[in-house]
């Protein structure tokens, strides 16, 4: 169902369902989104289809807030070898993502166990951000984890407009500018792409 949007090798297809059975079978409620198809569509090509569109090239990604594991999990499958910290607060949500990582047998990702703000010793050259605060909020908490180049990639909605004009006054202090991409088949998402 994937391979009509994007070209799958073997093993991805197989640790894609691999990740879906594991979602499938966890003790704790990660996504409500059960049917295969929407699955697929609404988690997996929704957390790797600007990465496609855009071609972006990197070798440490933070993905932050990343509960179920998207977008970390699937950009981890599909770019095997740039590193991927997954940071994620609730501990439940890390035993999910860390026995996630073991059964896919993912050597290029690490699971963080805090809050953003409060890891150190990471500079990423893309921070993403799926379902989790809003663009002001995102750009604040994540601040200790960037660098001069880094690109944050945020999943929005419809109110994207609303999130930038209150993060106005932190982009221009930080001299970041914004670009969206607005995705309406088959799934509806804006892609925030900010940087320097």
Known sequence: MLDQYLLLTDEQTR????LYKLHMSAT???????????????????SIKIFKMQAFLFDCLVDVGSGGGFPGL???????????YLVESKKKKC??????????????VLVVNKRVE???????????????????DILRFSKN????????ILYKGTQI????????????KNNLRIMNVRVEEPFKRTYCIICR
């Open 74 to 84: 699937v950009v981890a499958i599909f770019y095997p070898e740039s590193m991927v």
């Open 118 to 136: 409060d890891v150190c010793g990471i500079k990423a050259d893309i921070i993403t951000a799926r379902g989790v605060c809003s663009v002001k």
């Open 15 to 18: 640790k894609l369902d691999l």
């Open 161 to 172: 407009d609303n999130e930038i004009n209150d993060a106005k006054r932190v982009l221009d």
């Open 28 to 46: 704790i409620n990660l996504t409500s989104i059960k049917n295969r198809e929407d699955f697929y569509l609404k988690h997996y090509l929704d």
């Open 145 to 152: 984890v960037s660098r001069e180049t880094t690109k944050w």
């Open 95 to 108: 035993f999910f993502l860390r026995n996630a990582v073991s059964e896919l047998k993912l050597e290029n």
